[in-house]
């Protein structure tokens, strides 16, 4: 494969689908730096660029990775990408979801430090009351009822 015509091959399909390069990237899930350094040859793209092209638009692999066939897009996502504002609600659908992932993922550790810290508190607590003497026991029963 020659250098850059993976670059090419992009900006084609961008162009194809007759799509700015930001919305291209809101499409996509990139970023605008890196399609702008790939459509101008300065970079590769990197594997998981050309499956969230690929993922995203419904382009051949066989087209875009090697030249093979034509260019050619799967229906329903190509009227996807020509419907008004449907770009724009998909990349906030991706983002709203990325979020999402990303603070259930900090739930989670929380909920499990929060575990752990009281399971810690509560056998210290226990410690502690087994320490103290029969009258401080006693006292400490008390208290709590």
């Not at 990237?25 to 970023?31: D, N, S, Y």
């Not at 350094?37 to 499956?51: C, D, F, M, V, W």
């Amino acid at each position: 494969m020659k250098k850059h015509e993976v670059n090419q091959r992009i900006k084609l399909l961008r162009e194809h689908l007759n799509l700015t390069q930001q919305d291209f990237v809101a499409k996509c899930g990139l970023t605008n730096t890196s399609l702008s350094r790939i459509e101008n040859n300065q970079t590769e793209p990197q594997k998981g660029t050309l499956k969230k092209i690929i993922d995203n638009t419904g382009v051949s692999q066989s087209w875009l990775l090697e030249g093979k066939g034509e260019l050619t897009i799967k229906e329903e996502i190509k009227d996807n990408t020509t419907a008004t504002g449907s770009i724009y609600k998909d990349a906030l659908y991706v983002e709203l979801k990325q979020q999402a992932t990303i603070w259930q993922e900090k739930y989670n550790d929380l909920f499990q430090m929060f575990s752990k810290v009281l399971d810690r508190s509560s056998n210290l607590g226990k410690h502690k009351f087994l320490a103290l003497s029969g009258a401080q026991k006693a006292q400490s029963r008390t208290m709590i009822n």
